[in-house]
């Protein structure tokens, strides 16, 4: 197949190999295995975390196989993976990108898929000789879930410019260990040259395929998200300090109790968040000293805020400063302090992007009934990437809408069929690049 450029009929003719997808996606999952949850040997999560010896063997994989298809890969100073196949001219890549780590008690779809997907594009174009007309590629970013280095899609977001890399580079994995990112990309092996930059490693467009973690494709029967935005957050460690203390010979009037206001605190959260219609959470606690009887001097707990509107999110957390500094001053003993960790403001994805990508769903699907438009209630690479080329993602159906659980599960049907839009918006945002470039 070399008419250029492809025509709606040659790009409707490339078709995924929804087995090889499959069998790719649960090779790789031997590396990380997770809980078992079903009679089948592929009904297990994951426990993949960015840059342990498992991703390392994932990585390895990305790699070789990209190789062998023909790709040159680039893997850059934050362990950012761009394999990239030539197109008829030279400039930047038209990329498919996701993720390879995953929760600590993940599943095997939440971006594995996404990369998946990219390589199995990449096979469809060698087994039918596709030349397309720029580079096209498939990028593995690091550390995504933010679960053992805690900032979300950092790699992303120093690809964008938006995270300092001494900051990410120094980051600590959580659990009380000493390891760094910086040291852990050294260990494995993944501590590129090249400067994780947009500059350096410039992308055309990004486009991501992801299972939607939500439930509401299921609901409506529908198979294709077309991700117009994604909603903002925002993420903070707030630390309560009082008073260590014994549990015996401290009446309450003479206490400073940490867990009791951080406790406080919480519920707060959730009120607000309720009255205005957004999320407020708190998933990591900490308390010392964390002896029976001793009344905790310090509590450190995260908060995540998230709404569909900036400003929702800043009504949030301006209303709970206010409250939380209320709570903590009916006790002189006690304080409170915020930190703001990440801000991840709302997001508007790319028109051409989501073009491309709506044209390809109602193509794969063969009915536009089957395709919604969305906003997405997670973060992704592709709202750093969006900042820097224009980006848009693909969303497929997900049992239960369960995700960030082993027992998280797409179809091989609905796996397929999102690889086949991703490839086809790919192909046609190549094709308008080129019909733009002759203009
Ligand atoms: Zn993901």
Not at 96 to 113: C, E, F, K, M, V
Not at 431 to 438: D, G, P
């Given at each position: 197949?070399?008419a250029?450029?492809?025509?709606?009929?040659?790009?409707?003719?490339?078709?995924?190999?929804?087995?090889?997808?499959?069998?790719?996606?649960?090779?790789?999952?031997?590396?990380?295995?997770?809980?078992?949850?079903?009679?089948?040997?592929?009904?297990?999560?994951?426990?993949?975390?960015?840059?342990?010896d498992?991703?390392?063997?994932?990585?390895?994989?990305?790699?070789?196989?990209?190789?062998?298809?023909?790709?040159?890969?680039?893997?850059d100073?934050?362990?950012?993976?761009?394999?990239?196949?030539?197109?008829?001219?030279?400039?930047?890549?038209?990329c498919?990108?996701?993720?390879?780590?995953?929760?600590?008690?993940?599943?095997?779809?939440?971006?594995?898929?996404g990369?998946?997907?990219?390589?199995?594009?990449?096979?469809?174009?060698?087994?039918?000789?596709?030349?397309?007309?720029?580079?096209?590629?498939?990028?593995?970013?690091?550390?995504?879930?933010?679960?053992?280095?805690?900032?979300?899609?950092?790699?992303s977001?120093?690809?964008?410019?938006?995270?300092?890399?001494?900051?990410?580079?120094?980051?600590?994995?959580?659990?009380?260990g000493?390891?760094?990112?910086?040291?852990?990309?050294?260990r494995?092996?993944?501590?590129?040259?090249?400067?994780?930059?947009?500059q350096?490693?410039?992308?055309?467009?990004?486009?991501?395929?992801?299972?939607?973690?939500?439930?509401?494709?299921?609901?409506?029967?529908?198979?294709?998200?077309?991700?117009?935005?994604?909603?903002?957050?925002?993420?903070?460690?707030?630390?309560?300090?009082?008073?260590?203390?014994?549990?015996?010979?401290?009446?309450?009037?003479?206490?400073?109790?940490?867990?009791?206001?951080?406790?406080?605190?919480?519920?707060?959260?959730?009120?607000?968040?309720?009255?205005?219609?957004?999320?407020?959470?708190?998933?990591?606690?900490?308390?010392?000293?964390?002896?029976?009887n001793?009344?905790?001097?310090?509590?450190?707990f995260?908060?995540?805020?998230?709404?569909?509107?900036?400003?929702?999110?800043?009504?949030?957390?301006?209303?709970?400063?206010?409250?939380?500094?209320s709570?903590?001053?009916?006790?002189?003993?006690?304080?409170?302090?915020?930190?703001?960790?990440?801000?991840?403001?709302?997001?508007?994805?790319?028109?051409?992007?989501?073009?491309?990508?709506?044209?390809?769903?109602?193509?794969?699907?063969?009915?536009?009934?089957?395709?919604?438009?969305?906003?997405?209630g997670?973060?992704?690479?592709?709202?750093?990437?969006?900042?820097?080329?224009?980006?848009?993602?693909?969303?497929?159906?997900?049992?239960?809408?369960?995700?960030?659980?082993?027992?998280?599960?797409?179809?091989?049907?609905?796996?397929?069929?999102?690889a086949?839009?991703?490839?086809?918006?790919?192909?046609?945002?190549?094709?308008?690049?080129?019909?733009?470039?002759?203009?």
């Open positions: 197949m070399s250029s450029p492809l025509s709606d009929a040659d790009i409707g003719r490339l078709k995924v190999n929804q087995k090889r997808l499959m069998e790719d996606l649960h090779h790789t999952c031997t590396w990380g295995t997770g809980k078992k949850w079903g009679r089948q040997a592929i009904f297990t999560g994951m426990t993949r975390l960015a840059l342990s498992d991703d390392k063997r994932a990585r390895d994989w990305f790699v070789q196989t990209t190789r062998n298809l023909g790709c040159d890969v680039t893997v100073s934050m362990g950012n993976t761009f394999a990239v196949r030539p197109g008829r001219r030279d400039g930047p890549p038209t498919a990108g996701s993720h390879l780590d995953t929760q600590p008690t993940g599943g095997r779809y939440d971006g594995i898929l990369i998946h997907a990219g390589v199995e594009m990449l096979k469809v174009f060698e087994d039918n000789h596709v030349q397309t007309e720029y580079p096209v590629g498939v990028v593995n970013w690091t550390n995504e879930e933010g679960a053992r280095f805690p900032i979300s899609m950092v790699s977001g120093v690809w964008a410019g938006e995270i300092p890399i001494e900051r990410a580079h120094n980051l600590q994995e959580v659990g009380g000493t390891a760094t990112m910086k040291s852990e990309l050294e494995i092996g993944y501590l590129g040259s090249v400067p994780a930059s947009y350096s490693i410039p992308i055309a467009a990004h486009f991501e395929l992801h299972i939607e973690q939500g439930p509401i494709l299921e609901a409506e029967r529908r198979k294709i998200g077309v991700v117009k935005g994604v909603q903002a957050y925002r993420w903070y460690t707030i630390d309560v300090t009082g008073r260590d203390a014994h549990t015996g010979t401290t009446p309450f009037s003479s206490r400073a109790d940490a867990l009791l206001l951080a406790a406080r605190l919480i519920t707060r959260s959730h009120d607000v968040a309720v009255k205005h219609s957004a999320l407020g959470s708190t998933g990591i606690l900490t308390l010392s000293p964390g002896s029976v001793t009344i905790p001097g310090h509590v450190r995260s908060l995540d805020i998230r709404a569909p509107a900036d400003s929702t999110v800043e009504t949030v957390e301006a209303e709970l400063k206010n409250a939380f500094a709570l903590a001053s009916q006790n002189s003993k006690l304080s409170v302090e915020w930190q703001t960790d990440t801000t991840s403001p709302a997001v508007n994805f790319h028109p051409d992007c989501i073009a491309a990508v709506r044209a390809s769903a109602e193509s794969v699907t063969g009915s536009a009934d089957l395709v919604r438009d969305m906003v997405s997670a973060g992704h690479d592709s709202v750093y990437t969006s900042r820097r080329c224009p980006t848009s993602m693909i969303f497929v159906p997900c049992r239960n809408g369960v995700s960030h659980n082993p027992e998280e599960y797409t179809s091989p049907e609905d796996c397929a069929i999102g086949e839009v991703l490839m086809q918006s790919v192909l046609r945002y190549d094709r308008l690049r080129a019909e733009r470039a002759s203009a």
